[in-house]
């Protein structure tokens, strides 16, 4: 690895980078609601409208391709305009048959130099389609190809896993999403989600610290989990998804992530007493159905950790309980609820579980080899 490229072991006040950009998080939001953003945002609105697009597209890897698991929910209850996610490598590997000049095709990529990226884009370009990026850094071979780029403010990030551009993608297109149901004659809808959104940056100003007081004791009393089960419904699949990859980044354990009905329905088998469950009970009307399945994993004997909205704290069968405000819609939680989850795996690296949460695994010499076979170097090592 290249020199100037090191990470410091040691820093002045926390010990790995991830911290600072999770601290960052409502300050970035708060960024994206500025002119510069929003300004991207109503120019891709406005293309969306004026090339007449009947179907959108929503392409990401990893933790993006996770974000577009949650934004599905948000367009499909507000937007008159079908939408599907993939793998941006399957687009055009198993391409839809219906792809043409009335198709938008959103990637969303943290570095905008994920390999086949370009392809993918000729490829729904070929068809006529319209592309847009959704990334955080200028230049790269996903912003120069794509037809407009809705940026995000921070730039690059120090760590390879997803904390503030995660949030950030979300936080930006939803602020598409609702501008463009507005467009369509869904005002009422979309001004009540946009007061809500515009909150949500106070709300985790306020939320952050504090369970940062909490996160390290949630932390010491789960290290023992030999694996945990990350549980999630409706927008907060995706929370479940990067939930479950950040604990497996940072305890060192496997974890696995669900969708409640799919959980119950088979994996819920393999619980024993050592092990974890995680559920993100976002409110809405599957909220119920989410604490049955906690009370089951308890009564199973797992040790249970639940992030709900305040106002849920009468849960006795909950070992650990992490309320975020009841301020936030259940279609707009993503942007939050994957916040404590962070928080927590966090501690458990500073407990000396699991990789490096900054670099994760990828200062071993056998990862370094590994990844010569999958992803181009300058995408691993900066």
């Known amino acids: 690895m290249n020199s100037t490229k090191q990470i410091p072991e040691k820093r002045i006040h926390h010990p790995y980078w991830i911290y600072e950009s999770t601290q960052m998080i409502p300050d970035m939001l708060t960024q994206c609601l500025e002119d510069g953003v929003q300004s991207q945002i109503d120019e891709v609105v406005k293309q969306l409208q004026y090339r007449k697009i009947d179907k959108i597209f929503l392409l990401g890897r990893g933790s993006s391709y996770f974000a577009?698991?949650?934004?599905r929910y948000l367009f499909s209850a507000i937007v008159d305009i079908p939408v599907s996610a993939s793998v941006t490598n399957l687009f055009?590997?198993?391409p839809p048959r219906n792809i043409n000049k009335k198709t938008a095709v959103f990637i969303l990529s943290t570095s905008g130099?994920?390999?086949?990226?370009?392809q993918v884009i000729q490829f729904a370009k070929s068809y006529g389609a319209y592309t847009i990026a959704v990334t955080d850094i200028e230049g790269t071979t996903l912003a120069k190809n794509v037809d407009d780029i809705i940026l995000g403010p921070g730039g690059a990030k120090v760590e390879l896993p997803a904390t503030r551009t995660y949030s950030s993608a979300l936080f930006r297109m939803t602020q598409l999403i609702i501008a463009l149901a507005k467009k369509q004659g869904h005002a009422d809808e979309a001004v009540e989600l946009e007061k809500a959104l515009i909150k949500i940056p106070d709300l985790l100003r306020e939320f952050i610290p504090k369970y940062e007081q909490e996160s390290g004791e949630n932390a010491e009393f789960l290290k023992d989990c030999t694996a945990f089960?990350?549980?999630g419904y409706g927008p907060n699949i995706a929370t479940a998804d990067e939930g479950a990859l950040a604990l497996a980044q940072c305890a060192g354990v496997s974890s696995s992530s669900y969708e409640m009905e799919n959980f119950i329905h088979g994996p819920i088998q393999a619980l024993t007493k050592d092990m974890g469950v995680v559920g993100v009970a976002s409110g809405g009307p599957l909220q119920d159905r989410m604490l049955r399945t906690m009370m089951a994993a308890k009564t199973i004997g797992a040790k249970t950790m639940i992030i709900a909205p305040e106002g849920s704290e009468d849960m006795p069968y909950v070992d650990v309980k992490v309320l975020i405000s009841n301020k936030i819609p259940?279609?707009?939680?993503?942007?939050a609820y994957m916040i404590p989850l962070w928080q927590t795996a966090y501690q458990f690296a500073l407990l000396?579980?699991?990789?490096?949460p900054d670099r994760l695994m990828m200062d071993e010499p056998e990862f370094i080899k590994a990844f010569e076979y999958l992803m181009q170097k300058d995408k691993w090592v900066s």
């Open 68 to 71: 577009t698991l949650s934004l």
């Open 92 to 94: 055009d590997t198993y």
């Open 113 to 118: 130099k994920s390999e086949g990226d370009k």
């Open 229 to 231: 089960f990350v549980v």
């Open 330 to 335: 259940d279609l707009l939680s993503p942007i």
């Open 352 to 356: 000396g579980k699991g990789g490096h």
